[in-house]
């Protein structure tokens, strides 16, 4: 679920036609505006726990102080958008969705959050597009052109995946070291990846480079049980204040001020960097897949990634 805790595993499985960790953001909160809720906003939501079993394709939701919550995930709403299909509103983004759940639901959410908000899916089905703002009207479904169409990333920012290095974190947490201020961990930047570095590698500490900043494509080495799996790195990931909140207790921190110092470019703050499948492999790939059963697109801890 976008904006709460992130569900950390051993090994994940992939989507096929887009490289995305199956069920990754397919869940938002969402207000009585239709946008998403988020994290700087609720930091509540911090405590909020989704853990899905991609056996039993149930997402148990937990909470400080409330009974566990059990969803379905492949329970269909009674009749054709029985609780509604519309518009969720993403960081300037408007991204097709349904509302998932019944009245239950939606007041387990309430009841903790203190406001009243619903549980909302992407819907792969409806045609998800990006406008300049909200003062420009919404095209309809016929009038949209191919160029705003978003790429499969359900409800994410941008990309598929989100990849940083401890390294990087490292460098960070010398600098807020140096400044007096609390340590970071990988979680406060909501990645999908996090990657160690092979052998010895010496903080550059002049420069404050990370390790990834040069990386163009990443390839899972050769496994005789998998299918080869090719990243290429479309670009770095900008920063909001958002990376200031501890996701272990929803507090506010620094970051976002120390990495201003070291990692400011073009108007922007970036920390990680973006990853999507190869022109080749987006071509050679066939309709999405949800099922557990999709060996050949796993990802497991300790699988090594060769860097250009």
């Known amino acids: ?100 759940g019944d009245y239950a639901v939606s007041q387990w959410f309430s009841d903790y959050l203190g406001v009243q908000c619903w549980l909302a899916r992407h819907s792969p089905e409806s045609l998800d597009y990006q406008v300049p703002n909200d003062n420009i009207s919404s095209p309809s479904r016929e009038s949209r052109k191919p160029e705003q169409k978003r790429s499969s990333v359900a409800f994410a920012n941008e990309q598929p995946l989100l990849l940083i290095s401890e390294h990087a974190v490292e460098l960070l947490n010398n600098v807020l070291a140096a400044q007096g201020q609390s340590s970071v961990t990988s979680r406060h930047f909501r990645p999908n990846l996090v990657v160690r570095l092979a052998g010895r590698h010496v903080l550059d500490d002049t420069t404050k480079t990370h390790a990834e900043d040069g990386w163009t494509r990443l390839r899972v080495l050769d496994d005789p049980t998998k299918q080869s799996i090719d ?5 770095q990931c900008a920063r909001c ?60 801890e300790g699988d090594i990634l060769s860097c250009e």
């Open 1 to 100: 679920i976008k904006s709460c805790r992130a569900q950390r595993v051993k090994r994940w499985c992939l989507e096929r036609s887009s490289l995305r960790p199956v069920w990754d953001r397919e869940f938002a909160l969402v207000d009585s505006l239709g946008t998403a809720m988020r994290l700087q906003r609720y930091p509540q939501m911090a405590f909020i726990t989704p853990e899905i079993n991609l056996e039993t394709r149930i997402m148990t939701v937990s909470a400080p102080g409330k009974t566990p919550l059990r969803i379905l995930l492949d329970q269909e709403p009674d009749g054709p958008n029985a609780y509604g299909e519309g518009i969720v509103k993403v960081c300037g983004n408007r991204c097709g969705g349904v509302l998932w």
């Open 231 to 235: 990243f290429d790195v479309v670009g």
């Open 241 to 300: 204040s958002m990376v200031d909140v501890d996701p272990s207790s929803g507090t506010k921190g620094n970051a976002l001020r120390a990495l201003a110092d070291y990692r400011r470019s073009n108007g922007q703050i970036t920390f990680g960097i973006f990853l999507r499948q190869t022109a080749a492999q987006t071509a050679a790939q066939t309709a999405p897949t949800r099922t557990a059963n999709c060996k050949e697109l796993w990802l497991e």
